[in-house]
C-alpha cells in the first residue's frame, strides 16, 4: 500500500514556474513508476508525465508540456517542475503511482493503482 500527498499548488502568472510535490509512504515506492496526471473543469482526467521506478530508467512527456515540464524523483518524493505555464495548463494535479513493475510507462489512468488527493493549479493570463 502507498499512501500519496501533493503539495505545492497554487495561482501563478501565465510564463511564471511552479514546482508540485508528491510524498509517498510504504515500503515498496522505490518500486513504483510515477505520474502525474491532470484534470480541467468539464474534462477527462489527461496524462502529464511519467517516470520509471528503475535508476536511469524512462522518462515520458505528454506533448502539451514537453520541453516546459520536468518530472524527477528522489527519496520517496516526485517533483513536477512547470516552467513557462500557461492557462490552458490550469488543472487539478494528481499524482499516481503503478505498482506492476513495467519497464512501459503507462499514460491512461485506469493503469495507475494509487492515487493523491489531487492539487489545484490556476495560471492567470
Known amino acids: 500500500q502507498v499512501q500519496l500527498v501533493e503539495s505545492g499548488g497554487g495561482l501563478v502568472q501565465a510564463g511564471g514556474s511552479l514546482r508540485l510535490s508528491c510524498a509517498a509512504s510504504?515500503?515498496?515506492?522505490?518500486?513504483?513508476?510515477m505520474g502525474w496526471f491532470r484534470q480541467a473543469p468539464g474534462k477527462e482526467r489527461e496524462f502529464v508525465a511519467a517516470i520509471s521506478w528503475r535508476t536511469g530508467g524512462s522518462i515520458y512527456y505528454a506533448d502539451s508540456v514537453k520541453g516546459r515540464f520536468t518530472i524527477s524523483r528522489d527519496n520517496g518524493m516526485v517533483y513536477l517542475q512547470m516552467n513557462s505555464v500557461a492557462p490552458e495548463d490550469t488543472a487539478i494535479y494528481y499524482c499516481?503511482?503503478?505498482?506492476?513493475?513495467?519497464?512501459?510507462?503507462?499514460?491512461?489512468?485506469?493503469?495507475?493503482?494509487?492515487w493523491g488527493q489531487g492539487t489545484q493549479v490556476t495560471v492567470s493570463s
Open positions: 499516481a503511482a503503478d505498482r506492476s513493475r513495467s519497464t512501459v510507462l503507462h499514460t491512461t489512468p485506469g493503469a495507475m493503482d494509487y
Open positions: 510504504g515500503r515498496t515506492f522505490s518500486t513504483y513508476s
